[in-house]
Protein backbone atom coordinates (compact mmCIF):
# COMPACT_ATOMS: atom_id res chain seq x y z
CA UNK A 1 0.00 0.00 0.00
CA UNK A 2 1.37 3.67 -0.62
CA UNK A 3 3.44 2.12 -3.84
CA UNK A 4 0.74 2.32 -6.26
CA UNK A 5 1.08 4.26 -9.27
CA UNK A 6 4.82 4.13 -8.69
CA UNK A 7 7.04 4.82 -11.59
CA UNK A 8 10.48 3.74 -12.58
CA UNK A 9 12.44 3.69 -9.78
CA UNK A 10 16.35 4.00 -9.58
CA UNK A 11 18.72 1.02 -9.71
CA UNK A 12 21.31 1.00 -7.52
CA UNK A 13 24.59 -0.31 -8.46
CA UNK A 14 26.45 -1.08 -5.16
CA UNK A 15 24.22 -2.49 -2.87
CA UNK A 16 24.56 -1.36 1.21
CA UNK A 17 24.23 -3.73 4.80
CA UNK A 18 21.48 -2.30 6.82
CA UNK A 19 22.64 -2.77 10.45
CA UNK A 20 22.05 -1.80 14.29
CA UNK A 21 24.72 -1.43 16.60
CA UNK A 22 24.59 0.17 20.13
CA UNK A 23 25.91 4.02 20.26
CA UNK A 24 25.53 5.77 23.51
CA UNK A 25 22.27 3.90 24.69
CA UNK A 26 20.79 4.13 21.19
CA UNK A 27 20.49 1.64 18.87
CA UNK A 28 22.24 3.36 16.18
CA UNK A 29 21.07 2.69 12.06
CA UNK A 30 24.02 2.36 10.03
CA UNK A 31 24.63 1.46 6.02
CA UNK A 32 27.78 -0.11 5.14
CA UNK A 33 29.02 -0.12 1.63
CA UNK A 34 32.10 -2.62 0.31
CA UNK A 35 34.49 -5.02 2.52
CA UNK A 36 37.25 -3.27 5.09
CA UNK A 37 40.32 -3.37 3.23
CA UNK A 38 43.86 -3.15 5.61
CA UNK A 39 45.38 -1.48 3.22
CA UNK A 40 42.82 0.93 2.46
CA UNK A 41 41.10 3.51 4.93
CA UNK A 42 37.20 3.60 5.84
CA UNK A 43 35.44 6.08 4.70
CA UNK A 44 32.60 7.75 6.78
CA UNK A 45 29.99 9.29 5.27
CA UNK A 46 27.71 11.86 7.15
CA UNK A 47 24.54 13.01 6.27
CA UNK A 48 22.56 16.67 7.04
CA UNK A 49 19.40 17.76 8.46
CA UNK A 50 16.26 15.95 7.76
CA UNK A 51 18.00 14.00 5.15
CA UNK A 52 18.98 10.00 5.94
CA UNK A 53 22.64 8.05 5.30
CA UNK A 54 20.83 6.28 1.93
CA UNK A 55 21.15 9.54 0.77
CA UNK A 56 24.55 9.02 -0.33
CA UNK A 57 23.75 6.17 -2.89
CA UNK A 58 23.84 7.87 -6.00
CA UNK A 59 27.93 8.75 -4.98
CA UNK A 60 28.65 5.83 -4.04
CA UNK A 61 27.65 4.33 -7.24
CA UNK A 62 29.31 6.44 -8.96
CA UNK A 63 33.13 5.76 -7.07
CA UNK A 64 35.22 4.02 -9.77
CA UNK A 65 36.99 2.30 -6.91
CA UNK A 66 35.53 0.23 -3.89
CA UNK A 67 35.67 1.48 -0.34
CA UNK A 68 34.78 0.29 2.80
CA UNK A 69 32.05 3.12 3.59
CA UNK A 70 30.30 3.97 7.08
CA UNK A 71 27.28 6.24 7.06
CA UNK A 72 25.00 6.40 10.31
CA UNK A 73 21.68 7.50 9.94
CA UNK A 74 22.27 10.62 12.83
CA UNK A 75 20.11 10.17 16.44
CA UNK A 76 16.31 11.27 15.28
CA UNK A 77 16.65 10.65 11.64
CA UNK A 78 16.27 7.77 9.49
CA UNK A 79 16.09 4.39 11.33
CA UNK A 80 18.01 5.70 14.22
CA UNK A 81 15.49 6.76 17.33
CA UNK A 82 16.60 9.86 19.76
CA UNK A 83 15.20 7.04 22.34
CA UNK A 84 12.69 10.03 23.49
CA UNK A 85 14.63 13.56 23.15
CA UNK A 86 12.74 16.77 22.99
CA UNK A 87 15.30 18.27 21.90
CA UNK A 88 19.13 17.91 20.00
CA UNK A 89 22.77 19.47 21.22
CA UNK A 90 25.25 19.26 18.33
CA UNK A 91 28.04 18.08 20.34
CA UNK A 92 26.07 14.53 20.55
CA UNK A 93 26.66 14.18 16.93
CA UNK A 94 30.69 14.33 17.55
CA UNK A 95 30.21 11.97 20.60
CA UNK A 96 28.12 9.66 18.60
CA UNK A 97 30.88 9.53 15.74
CA UNK A 98 33.66 9.13 17.94
CA UNK A 99 31.54 6.27 19.40
CA UNK A 100 30.73 4.58 16.04
CA UNK A 101 34.44 4.61 15.11
CA UNK A 102 35.36 2.77 18.68
CA UNK A 103 32.41 0.04 18.35
CA UNK A 104 33.99 -0.78 14.64
CA UNK A 105 37.35 -0.74 15.79
CA UNK A 106 38.83 1.83 13.49
CA UNK A 107 42.27 2.41 14.81
CA UNK A 108 43.89 3.80 11.90
CA UNK A 109 42.38 7.54 10.08
CA UNK A 110 39.58 7.68 8.10
CA UNK A 111 38.31 9.51 4.93
CA UNK A 112 35.59 11.68 6.41
CA UNK A 113 32.61 13.14 4.40
CA UNK A 114 29.84 15.25 5.81
CA UNK A 115 27.16 17.32 3.50
CA UNK A 116 25.60 19.98 4.99
CA UNK A 117 24.70 19.78 9.00
CA UNK A 118 27.16 16.61 8.63
CA UNK A 119 29.70 19.17 6.85
CA UNK A 120 30.14 21.24 9.84
CA UNK A 121 30.28 17.89 12.20
CA UNK A 122 32.97 16.74 10.32
CA UNK A 123 34.84 19.88 10.48
CA UNK A 124 34.77 19.86 14.28
CA UNK A 125 35.67 16.22 14.79
CA UNK A 126 38.40 16.76 12.32
CA UNK A 127 39.49 19.21 15.16
CA UNK A 128 38.85 17.83 18.08
CA UNK A 129 40.31 14.50 17.00
CA UNK A 130 42.46 14.97 14.50
CA UNK A 131 44.37 12.07 14.84
CA UNK A 132 41.48 10.15 13.27
CA UNK A 133 41.08 11.82 10.04
CA UNK A 134 43.21 10.69 7.15
CA UNK A 135 41.49 13.46 4.90
CA UNK A 136 38.31 15.54 5.44
CA UNK A 137 35.76 16.36 2.84
CA UNK A 138 32.58 19.12 3.52
CA UNK A 139 30.05 19.55 0.97
CA UNK A 140 28.22 22.62 1.55
CA UNK A 141 28.43 22.64 5.17
CA UNK A 142 28.74 26.40 5.95
CA UNK A 143 27.88 26.75 9.56
CA UNK A 144 26.04 29.41 10.94
CA UNK A 145 25.21 33.49 10.88
CA UNK A 146 28.03 34.63 14.37
CA UNK A 147 25.74 36.06 16.89
CA UNK A 148 26.26 38.35 19.86
CA UNK A 149 26.00 37.97 23.73
CA UNK A 150 23.40 40.32 23.79
CA UNK A 151 21.12 37.39 21.69
CA UNK A 152 21.49 35.18 24.43
CA UNK A 153 17.99 36.26 26.46
CA UNK A 154 15.75 35.77 22.98
CA UNK A 155 17.45 32.94 22.57
CA UNK A 156 16.73 30.90 25.64
CA UNK A 157 13.47 32.86 25.34
CA UNK A 158 12.75 30.71 21.69
CA UNK A 159 13.97 27.92 22.92
CA UNK A 160 11.66 27.47 26.03
CA UNK A 161 8.81 28.61 23.71
CA UNK A 162 9.77 25.94 21.31
CA UNK A 163 9.96 22.58 23.44
CA UNK A 164 6.83 24.15 25.14
CA UNK A 165 4.84 23.92 21.55
CA UNK A 166 6.60 19.89 21.28
CA UNK A 167 4.95 19.27 23.93
CA UNK A 168 1.50 20.30 22.56
CA UNK A 169 2.28 18.27 19.53
CA UNK A 170 2.58 21.65 17.48
CA UNK A 171 5.69 20.79 15.69
CA UNK A 172 4.39 18.15 13.73
CA UNK A 173 5.87 16.96 10.46
CA UNK A 174 3.64 16.91 7.10
CA UNK A 175 2.00 13.84 6.47
CA UNK A 176 2.01 12.50 2.78
CA UNK A 177 -0.76 10.89 1.24
CA UNK A 178 1.29 8.38 -1.28
CA UNK A 179 5.06 7.27 -1.50
CA UNK A 180 4.56 9.29 -4.84
CA UNK A 181 3.66 12.42 -3.29
CA UNK A 182 7.00 11.95 -1.01
CA UNK A 183 9.05 12.19 -4.41
CA UNK A 184 7.24 14.76 -5.78
CA UNK A 185 8.06 17.12 -2.79
CA UNK A 186 11.72 15.84 -3.22
CA UNK A 187 11.66 16.89 -6.51
CA UNK A 188 9.81 20.59 -5.43
CA UNK A 189 12.53 21.45 -3.28
CA UNK A 190 15.50 20.07 -6.04
CA UNK A 191 13.98 20.74 -9.34
CA UNK A 192 17.42 18.67 -10.60
CA UNK A 193 16.41 15.60 -9.13
CA UNK A 194 15.43 13.09 -11.62
CA UNK A 195 12.07 11.08 -11.13
CA UNK A 196 14.12 7.72 -10.54
CA UNK A 197 15.90 9.33 -8.30
CA UNK A 198 13.44 10.65 -6.22
CA UNK A 199 11.30 7.54 -6.07
CA UNK A 200 14.34 5.71 -4.65
CA UNK A 201 14.96 8.14 -2.51
CA UNK A 202 11.52 8.90 -1.31
CA UNK A 203 11.40 4.81 -0.20
CA UNK A 204 14.35 5.74 2.44
CA UNK A 205 13.61 9.39 3.81
CA UNK A 206 10.16 8.72 4.68
CA UNK A 207 7.71 5.56 5.82
CA UNK A 208 4.14 4.35 5.87
CA UNK A 209 2.67 5.08 9.76
CA UNK A 210 -1.01 4.28 8.52
CA UNK A 211 -2.42 3.21 5.52
CA UNK A 212 -2.16 5.45 3.03
CA UNK A 213 0.06 8.01 5.42
CA UNK A 214 3.62 8.24 4.78
CA UNK A 215 5.67 10.78 6.71
CA UNK A 216 9.20 11.84 6.96
CA UNK A 217 11.64 9.81 8.79
CA UNK A 218 12.84 12.80 10.88
CA UNK A 219 11.74 13.78 14.30
CA UNK A 220 9.72 16.81 14.72
CA UNK A 221 11.82 17.70 17.71
CA UNK A 222 14.80 18.85 15.28
CA UNK A 223 13.16 21.85 14.51
CA UNK A 224 13.78 23.43 17.58
CA UNK A 225 16.25 26.13 17.88
CA UNK A 226 19.57 25.31 19.76
CA UNK A 227 19.81 27.85 22.59
CA UNK A 228 23.58 28.27 22.22
CA UNK A 229 24.58 30.76 20.26
CA UNK A 230 26.73 30.16 17.20
CA UNK A 231 30.45 32.20 18.09
CA UNK A 232 32.16 32.86 15.04
CA UNK A 233 35.60 33.25 17.19
CA UNK A 234 35.36 29.67 19.02
CA UNK A 235 34.62 28.56 15.19
CA UNK A 236 37.93 29.66 13.98
CA UNK A 237 39.78 28.38 16.98
CA UNK A 238 38.62 25.34 16.25
CA UNK A 239 39.20 25.38 12.06
CA UNK A 240 42.94 26.00 12.91
CA UNK A 241 43.19 22.89 14.51
CA UNK A 242 42.03 20.66 11.43
CA UNK A 243 45.57 19.22 10.24
CA UNK A 244 43.67 17.23 7.70
CA UNK A 245 43.92 18.05 4.19
CA UNK A 246 40.51 19.32 3.78
CA UNK A 247 38.39 19.59 0.23
CA UNK A 248 35.28 21.93 0.10
CA UNK A 249 32.99 21.49 -2.21
CA UNK A 250 30.21 23.99 -3.24
CA UNK A 251 27.17 23.94 -5.83
CA UNK A 252 26.93 26.03 -8.58
CA UNK A 253 23.52 27.51 -7.05
CA UNK A 254 24.47 30.30 -3.80
CA UNK A 255 22.34 27.95 -1.25
CA UNK A 256 23.51 31.08 1.37
CA UNK A 257 22.07 33.60 -0.72
CA UNK A 258 18.71 31.60 -0.59
CA UNK A 259 18.78 31.09 3.17
CA UNK A 260 20.28 33.67 4.82
CA UNK A 261 19.22 36.73 2.30
CA UNK A 262 22.10 38.23 3.30
CA UNK A 263 22.27 37.95 6.58
CA UNK A 264 25.49 35.38 6.38
CA UNK A 265 26.88 35.07 2.95
CA UNK A 266 29.64 32.78 0.54
CA UNK A 267 32.43 35.40 1.13
CA UNK A 268 31.78 35.73 4.55
CA UNK A 269 32.13 31.84 4.75
CA UNK A 270 35.03 32.00 2.71
CA UNK A 271 36.64 34.51 4.86
CA UNK A 272 36.36 32.17 7.47
CA UNK A 273 37.82 28.87 5.78
CA UNK A 274 40.88 31.12 5.44
CA UNK A 275 41.67 29.79 9.15
CA UNK A 276 42.22 26.08 8.46
CA UNK A 277 45.57 25.43 7.35
CA UNK A 278 44.92 22.97 4.49
CA UNK A 279 41.98 23.64 2.48
CA UNK A 280 41.03 23.28 -1.52
CA UNK A 281 38.14 24.55 -2.49
CA UNK A 282 36.24 23.32 -5.80
CA UNK A 283 32.60 24.48 -7.04
CA UNK A 284 30.95 22.17 -8.84
CA UNK A 285 28.81 23.24 -12.01
CA UNK A 286 24.74 22.85 -12.47
CA UNK A 287 23.85 21.58 -8.85
CA UNK A 288 21.86 22.90 -5.81
CA UNK A 289 22.49 22.21 -2.14
CA UNK A 290 22.20 18.47 -2.99
CA UNK A 291 25.33 18.15 -4.65
CA UNK A 292 25.10 14.67 -3.94
CA UNK A 293 21.94 14.20 -5.87
CA UNK A 294 22.87 16.36 -8.98
CA UNK A 295 26.23 15.80 -9.50
CA UNK A 296 27.13 12.22 -8.19
CA UNK A 297 29.51 11.33 -11.05
CA UNK A 298 31.35 14.57 -11.04
CA UNK A 299 31.53 14.71 -7.35
CA UNK A 300 32.41 11.04 -6.50
CA UNK A 301 35.03 12.07 -9.36
CA UNK A 302 36.80 15.58 -7.24
CA UNK A 303 36.63 13.16 -3.71
CA UNK A 304 38.19 10.57 -5.55
CA UNK A 305 41.52 12.57 -7.34
CA UNK A 306 41.33 14.42 -3.42
CA UNK A 307 42.06 11.06 -2.27
Not at 109 to 124: F, Q, T
Amino acid sequence: MGFRNIGKMYSIKRASNSVFVPIRGLNYHVREWGQRQANQPPMVLLHGWMDVAASYQFMVDAFTQDYFIIAPDWRGFGLTASGGADNFWFPDYLADLDALLDHYGIDTPIHLVGHSMGGNVAMLYAAVRPQRVRRLINLEGFGLPGTRPDHAPARYTQWLDELAQGRRGELGLRHYDSLEAVAQRLIKTNPRLSSDKARWLAAHWAAETAPGQWQILGEAAHKIINPQLYRVDEMLAVFARISAPMLMVEASDDSMAQWWRGKYTLDEFHERLKAVPHVTLQRLPECSHMLHHDQPELLALLIEQFL
